[in-house]
């Protein structure tokens, strides 16, 4: 296992990168500590397979420097850095039993054939398919393919780190959970460093201690799935996490409160310096919705089960609140804002408040 | 939902029945009518039963043509096989480089048999011949129209020539069609370039594969066209296929009753060693 030091990273496609637009990954610097679970969180197309690819050596950075515990290894192969990686499409060889499978990446490593049996057998343990052993690969359904591309990644057990990408797309929902448990499980025992992406919020923030959110090619926030929720660091964290997102509204600050048209919100503290377009962003977990506060009209009420969505229109913007089952939209609604909820945005970044 | 019973739509099946009628089913009686009578001419018919049968099954030329046919298959699969899964696997896989490579493999393959014959037939001639005349002059003796050594070789040039090609295109398909992830995951277990070959390129090309050996063996079981505009199946007999056989025999001597025989006895062995074929590696696929 390594602490990885993604130090300064920026990759384009194209031959000559003039602008900032043409790099599909903006400078990236950031350090994976060894034995952490990592989730790289984004939309299509915001550069977090790139950065996988790049630390596992599939994909040479532009520019930038890749660090194993220390050492240079930007220039090293696939191979020398000794990484373990997780598809979306499970890759098996299904001329090859499952057996066979997980003992190809120890055998074109030359291991002793002695050893290559043993770590294989432990390996088929831990992924649940040790009678299947003989069968061919061929046969198997979805889940227990991505088991084997798992295995092959955990039987050599020097790898620097395990990297997934996006492995449970083509997996059923129930067995995403099992897949997604085991994993976790298989983290806490031997303590692999684990760099897995996904557009999934859900998996990301059960299966990671830290999550990273990517948008557009950087990086805008890492965090603990908490941080991620109660203090988005830029807007896009707050609608990308969450369901629904956050409520962004444009409004003014003087002191501490905001303005969002004729209505004035308290603020827990005033913004330290902020300057651009201000927004004010809330959860709509911290939307109450009651009888006091600013008059909303409500527009749809989605009924999810455990809770109830309420869709409205605040001074002209919609605005979501989440309410509890029983609980009901009153004949003159009116919302507040909890102060613990409220983050006030300059351009899209979070700035903080003062006493 | 209630299923709709209508016997009408028989009659879009009609024309393809009738198209298969015209080319196949009747000409192909016919055949079998000519191979159990005999005739002088004019129109007159002896019955002859199962004699013509019996007379090719004894006859030393048939079986030597076969013999013939048989190592001219397996010396050409032995060769287009592996070198066209070779040049499939040089080829480039993006870039301007796909055209070119994907057009100049095309072109052997557009050329009409007759004229491959004929650009063979010129260009192993040891007088006017580039190939012939340069092939002699570095003083190695060749000339295919006396020497049956020379003629097999250039026969067998010509069809590896001619044909390669298609097993490159067959493989080629085989080959994009494996997703990257597969070559990338080969990367992380540390494979070496001959197992990614093994165990991920040769089983994708399994099924194209089998057809490329298939269309190539029925092929060169039934080749006329070329051998008999370069060599004309000699010299002497030394590179007289079956179906030149057949054809010498049928408007040759005009042996209509033989010749009918020896198409069906003919036709049954290419149906045979298909089916043989085929299911041999099938199977062999399956219990993998």
């Given amino acids: ?355 | 939902m209630e299923k709709t019973w209508n016997n009408k739509a028989w009659f879009l099946v009609l024309p393809v029945l009738v198209l298969v009628a015209f080319s196949a089913v009747i000409p192909l009686m016919t055949v079998v009518n000519y191979s159990v009578q005999d005739t002088f001419g004019n129109n007159v018919f002896f019955w002859a039963g199962t004699e013509w049968f019996e007379e090719l099954l004894s006859s030393s030329r048939f079986w030597e043509a076969m013999v013939r046919n048989l190592i001219f298959s397996f010396i050409i699969l032995a060769i287009e096989v592996p070198l066209g899964i070779f040049i499939a696997l040089n080829m480039p896989k993006k870039g301007w480089g796909v055209p070119v490579c994907l057009v100049l493999m095309a072109l052997p393959l557009l050329i009409p048999w007759n004229v491959v014959g004929t650009i063979w037939q010129v260009f192993g001639r040891n007088d006017i011949g580039l190939l012939g005349y340069y092939v002699n002059a570095l003083g190695i003796d060749y000339n295919y129209v006396q020497d049956s050594f020379d003629a097999w070789v250039t026969v067998i040039i010509m069809d590896v020539w001619h044909w390669t090609s298609l097993v490159v295109l067959l493989c080629y398909a085989g080959l994009v069609s494996i997703p990257d992830a597969f070559y990338q995951a080969a990367k992380i277990d540390g494979a070496s370039r001959w197992a990614v070959f093994r165990y991920i390129q040769l089983p994708k090309m399994n099924r194209v594969l089998l057809i490329a050996v298939l269309l190539r063996f029925m092929d060169s079981f039934m080749i006329y066209t070329e051998p008999f505009v370069v060599t004309g199946g000699g010299p002497g007999n030394s590179t007289t296929f079956l179906s030149i056989d057949l054809v010498k025999t049928a408007l040759g001597q005009f042996d209509l009753g033989p010749a009918a025989a020896m198409s069906l006895v003919y036709f049954l062995i290419v149906l045979l060693l298909s089916w043989v074929f085929y299911t041999v590696m099938t199977n062999y696929d399956a219990e993998r």
């Fill in chain 1, 1 to 355: 296992m390594a602490r990885i030091d993604v130090n300064h990273i920026r990759h384009s496609y194209l031959p000559n990168p003039r602008t900032d637009a043409d790099f599909a990954l903006k400078e990236v610097h950031h350090i994976f500590e060894d034995g952490g679970a990592y989730a790289l969180l984004g939309p299509s197309g915001c550069g977090k397979t790139s950065l996988l690819n790049i630390i596992s050596g599939l994909l040479h950075p532009s520019h930038g420097r890749l660090l194993f515990d220390g050492k240079d290894v930007t220039n090293l192969s696939t191979q020398e850095r000794n990484i373990a990686q997780v598809f979306q499409f499970p890759v098996i060889y299904d001329t090859m039993t499952v057996y066979d499978n997980l003992a190809f990446p120890l055998r074109n490593r030359g291991v002793p054939e002695a050893d290559v049996d043993r770590k294989v057998r432990e390996t088929l343990e831990m992924i649940d398919l040790a009678s299947w052993a003989k069968k061919k690969a061929r046969g198997l359904t979805a889940d227990q393919k991505q088991k084997i591309s798992l295995g092959r990644g955990l039987v050599r057990s020097d790898v620097n780190a395990i990297l997934f990408d996006e492995p449970l797309t083509v997996i059923d929902p129930h067995m995403k959970w099992v897949l997604r448990s085991q994993l976790k499980q298989l983290h806490r025992r031997f303590g692999y460093t684990m760099v897995y992406v996904t557009h999934d919020q859900t998996e990301a923030l059960t299966f990671a201690d830290q999550v990273v959110v990517m948008y557009d090619g950087g990086i805008v926030q890492i965090g603990t799935p908490a941080e991620l929720f109660e203090r988005p660091r830029h807007t896009f964290v707050g609608y990308f996490i969450g369901s629904p997102g956050m409520n962004v509204m444009p409004v003014a600050i003087e002191g501490k409160t905001a303005m969002l048209g004729a209505q004035r919100i308290e603020l827990p503290g005033a913004p330290k310096a902020a300057s651009g377009a201000i927004e004010l962003g809330i959860r709509p977990e911290y939307v109450r919705l009651g009888r006091d506060g600013m008059a909303v009209q409500v527009s749809k009420i989605e009924d999810l089960g455990r809770h109830k969505v309420v869709r409205a229109k605040l001074e002209g913007r919609d605005i979501a609140a989440v309410i509890g089952e029983d609980e009901t939209v009153p004949a003159d609604p009116r919302v507040r804002f909890d102060p613990a909820g409220i983050n006030i945005y300059a351009d899209s970044w979070r700035v903080e408040m003062g006493a």
